[in-house]
């Protein structure tokens, strides 16, 4: 079932792992079927590079597997993901990694603000990207702590923990968004360490708005 939705989503996953945004098989993948509302997420314990779209775990909204051709279980972080198609019903894929820029920002629990203009991109509402608050790898607290902030923004931090991305349309846009969250992180990490610890000019709100219009979510 759904044989098109697992082969976007080892496509992708090893995408963003050859680009560097998840290593050591850390991150995982879904996207969501629009008709039935069942969801294709990566498994737990699979090495990308050998994934195949029979690895692919499908789940319900309740995280009850539907199919799971290989016997494989679905990504510890399943609940993160529901948690998000829940929060938002327009989404159509979901991408968590733990790239190490952003991630450095997540674990100092900062949000990044506008420094490119990228991150008008991102639909993040208040001109950052946020962070939500810690919960334990895996656990119902850390899928709840995504639900607010996703309201207002397409990528958000976890803290202590990576980065959370969605996208309306494409698991490869979900992809590019994480991507883009590296990027900013990169380049808000460099700019500080440049300045002297001191915080860098930002981009006007007004400004990322007039840029990607059709990405900023109502916040
Ligand atoms: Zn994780």
Known sequence: ?????????VEFALAAETIGLCRHRSGNFSVRDEKSGLICVTPTGVDRRFMRPVDVVVINAQAEVIESIMGLRPTSEALMHLAAYEARPDVHAVVHTHSKFALSFAVLRKPIPAVVSELAYLGC????????????????????????????????LLASHGVLTVDKYSLEEAVLKAAYVEEIAEVYYHALAMNGGKEPPTLPLADLKMQYPEQIVQG
Request: net charge neutral; proline share 5%; aromatic share 2%.
């Open 125 to 156: 509402s208040k001109g950052l990207i946020p962070v939500a608050a810690y919960g334990r790898q895996g656990s119902q607290k850390l899928a709840d702590s995504v639900r607010a902030p996703l309201l207002g923004a397409d990528a958000l």
């Open 1 to 9: 079932m759904l044989e098109e939705l697992k082969e976007q989503i």
